[in-house]
């Protein structure tokens, strides 16, 4: 849904223009009768027009898919892929949480959509921040906005190991 609209959940609000396509891998269903998902992303779509509400309990729409844009310059792209991997790396060996979300396969992709996407959906929890990304179909931009969210959450890890001093100060 567009943000600023959270709170009508339960209604119709406007859906955004934007949306991730994916593969359901796990659902859990709430007391409340809703779902938390979790998808696996496939592509990014651009969405034409809703469709009347069926028998099915949510939302449906017409959506065509849209490509990615990827710089030509596949030397700055592989840079802007090292350094992301180079942040990560510091990231998992000072954080067991952030360990514990990556895999292998991921570590060592060669598709930069790929790295930019898996890492934005286990980065960013704002709705929308998270909304920004999929309305970003530039992949170096994305894995831009990846880098600097990572080096912010490795600086906050090493602020949390300094010592303080009798007054608080680190």
Do not use: W
């Not at 796990?26 to 496939?42: A, H, P, S, T």
């Not at 060669?110 to 286990?122: C, G, I, K, P």
């Not at 970003?136 to 600086?155: I, Q, S």
């Amino acid at each position: 849904i567009e943000p600023g609209h959270e709170e009508d959940q339960a209604g119709r609000p406007p859906i955004a223009k934007y949306a991730g396509i994916g593969h359901l891998i796990m659902k859990e269903e709430l007391d409340d009768g809703r779902f938390n998902i979790v998808l696996q992303g496939l592509a990014r779509v651009r969405i034409i027009e809703e469709l009347p509400m069926g028998e099915i309990p949510f939302r449906t729409a017409k959506a065509q898919l849209v490509s990615d844009y990827i710089i030509p310059d596949r030397e700055l792209l592989q840079s802007k892929m090292g350094a992301v991997r180079s942040a990560l790396t510091s990231l998992v060996a000072r954080d067991q949480k952030i360990a514990e979300m990556m895999s292998e396969p991921l570590m060592g992709t060669r598709s930069a959509t790929v790295l930019a996407d898996a890492l934005s959906a286990m980065l960013f929890t704002d709705p929308v921040k998270r909304q920004e990304m999929l309305d970003c179909f530039k992949v170096d931009v994305r894995l831009d906005h990846v880098l600097d969210r990572l080096t912010e959450l490795l600086a906050q890890s090493m602020a949390a190991d300094r010592p303080t001093d009798s007054m608080g100060n680190n």
